[in-house]
């Protein structure tokens, strides 16, 4: 006879601790939702070596959450250098540099084009195992959250009014979690994303990877010797076997990249120690140790879906995309906190059925849109290393030459990718059913730049506030009506949206020095710092606007409440 199942009972249960699923969690929790995590692996065990940059969005998010302070104090020592350098091998000649300030200065350099950002919090150059402990100990510290490691996520049934998930512990112990709601957010290989029938597809293949996790206690020194300054991604540029180094600790622990030319897609095919070399610039009596590898295929892969009924899907489970800048990581971050809020609305009452509908909506298009810019660059990136030739470590004046222009055009593509303001700032959610639009569009963006707006979709320009504090500081769990013009009566709207227990705050700054870009004497920010709504007056149809931002005008998938 079976013994009888462990029953516990949350809000919202999520599969999988990696970075996505404990920032979904932390969002939750932070809005006092009860959550439950299942997570494979034991405490304590690292994650693999895989993103190595946390995107100032992300940092804003993590800000919010209470954590920002303590991801930036981790990672790479505070005076090493956040550069991207260019080399003919990591010990090779250095062709260019793309400069970032290093923690220690990050938020008072001005020069770079790395610095200065419209944001409280700039970017941080971390490495996913110092990233995911951080992150691990805030969850676990915080009342409503509970992770159930060393536990292996099964199965999930669903009713009408709530999901049973299924796990089984480290001693093959039955455990059942009834929740309203279900949350996959276990990678690429999602076990949930495959129960609720979505399927990827797009560009299986667009470039195969070698990757090396390495103890080297001498490379650091022996490049200080040489005369060249550390970064914390270098390049290799030559033709023979280009690739990329990615500083771990700042001390002795690399990620190597080698990109397999085109072509080639056998990762046994390629001599691994001896491409380690090549791209190091060492030759065979220079000892290292091969801790880990994890060779990978870049690809462009999108789900048709991210939802069924009161299942869900986050991060790498819903798209898969060359790992360039830690693009994958931080879109998954924006999934989880866009479905956080909405989540956490639903289970309180004030969202209505219709509000859920606007995850699919809102992400499923924007991440759409940065997988092509990823999967473009990646094209770019190959292009590039496949031209360069034997001239980049040519003596006297012609090979000057070459090396400029490689400089050049090596620069003026990668700066978009390493100081993407676009990316981070510039997206905006243009067929919400949550959100009331206006006649005027938000600005395009590239993945380099874009145009601070304040039109509905967007996320609301930051600056700073007389006290010194920014913005997004004083913005309030649920939505907040930012009034530049007190004279405004919001009384009515702030009326309408008490009786369906919609949250609203009030934030008067007429006496602030705002951007132009806030020309409308009222805006509505959401509760992920996007804009809702704004205008100088209130709408006339009040009860129309309320139904809107709360949800009701979304299409009809969830069919009950949460238990």
């Known amino acids: 006879m079976n013994a009888e199942p462990v029953r516990l009972k949350a809000d919202v249960v999520v599969v999988g601790a990696g970075p996505v699923g404990l920032t979904l969690a932390m969002d939750l929790a932070w809005r006092g939702v009860e959550v439950i995590v299942i997570e494979a692996r034991p405490c304590g065990q690292p994650p693999s070596v895989k993103s190595n940059h946390v995107s100032a969005r992300s940092m804003e998010i993590f800000r919010r959450l209470g ?6 104090n981790a990672g790479l020592p ?8 260019y080399r003919t091998s990591f010990l090779g000649r ?6 970032i300030p290093c923690r220690a200065d990050r938020y008072t350099a001005t020069e770079c084009p790395d610095a200065d950002w419209p944001t409280p919090e700039p970017p941080h150059r971390i490495n996913q195992i110092y990233l995911e402990p951080v992150l691990f100990e805030h969850l676990e510290a915080m009342p409503a959250a509970r992770i159930l490691s060393a536990t292996t996520y099964t199965d999930f049934i669903e009713s009408g009014d709530g999901v049973v998930a299924r796990a089984t ?11 309203a709601y279900l949350v996959g957010c276990d990678g690429g290989r999602s076990g949930v994303r495959k129960a609720i029938g979505a399927t990827l597809s797009g560009d299986v293949a667009l470039q195969h990877v070698q990757s090396s996790y390495i103890r080297a206690p001498r490379l650091l020194p022996m490049l200080r010797e040489k005369g060249g300054v550390p970064a914390w991604a270098s390049f290799s540029l030559n033709p023979e076997q280009s690739g990329n180094v990615y500083a771990i600790d700042g001390r002795e622990t690399w990620l190597v990249h080698v990109y397999l030319k085109p072509g080639v897609t056998d990762f046994e095919a390629i001599d691994r120690d001896r491409a380690i070399r090549t791209v190091l610039g060492v030759d065979q009596t220079f000892a290292y140790e091969l801790i880990g590898k994890e060779d990978w295929i870049g690809r462009r892969l999108m ?3 991210m939802r069924r009924g009161r299942v869900f899907i986050c991060g790498d489970a819903s798209h898969l995309w060359v790992p360039y800048a830690g693009y994958g990581m931080n879109a998954g971050i924006a999934d989880a906190a866009n479905l956080a809020w909405l989540l956490a609305a639903r289970i309180a009452g004030w969202g209505a059925d219709g509000i859920l509908t606007a995850y699919e909506a809102e992400r499923l298009p924007i991440t759409e849109q940065v997988s092509h810019f990823a999967m473009n660059h990646a094209h770019a990136m190959t292009k590039a290393r496949g031209a360069i030739s034997s001239q980049i470590d040519a003596k006297g004046p012609e090979g000057d030459v070459y090396r400029a222009e490689v ?3 090596t620069y003026d593509l990668n700066v978009q990718q390493y100081c993407c303001a676009g990316l981070n700032f510039g997206y905006y959610y243009e067929r919400s059913p949550l959100i009331v639009y206006d006649d005027e569009a938000a600005p395009p963006y590239s993945m380099g730049d874009f145009t601070a707006s304040t039109a509905p979709g967007a996320r609301a320009p930051h600056f700073t506030l007389n006290s010194g504090r920014s913005l997004y500081d004083v913005l309030g769990h649920g939505y907040t009506l930012l009034r530049f013009d007190t004279g405004a009566n919001v009384d ?6 008490n009786a369906k227990d919609i949250p609203i705050d009030v934030l008067d700054l007429t006496a602030e020095a705002a951007p132009d870009v806030y020309r409308h004497g009222l805006v509505l920010v959401r509760p992920d710092q996007h804009i809702a709504w704004r205008g100088d007056y209130i709408p006339n149809d009040l009860a129309a606007f309320i139904d809107a931002i709360r949800g009701r005008y979304g299409a009809e998938q969830s069919n009950s409440k949460p238990n």
């Open 94 to 99: 250095e062709i260019t540099r793309i400069p």
């Open 67 to 72: 954590v920002a302070g303590k991801v930036r």
């Open 407 to 409: 400089a050049r055009s």
């Open 303 to 305: 789900v048709d879906r």
């Open 492 to 497: 009515a709207l702030l009326g309408a949206a």
């Open 78 to 85: 505070a005076d090493y250098p956040n550069d991207v350098a």
């Open 169 to 179: 512990d480290a001693h093959g112990k039955a455990i059942e979690i009834a929740c």
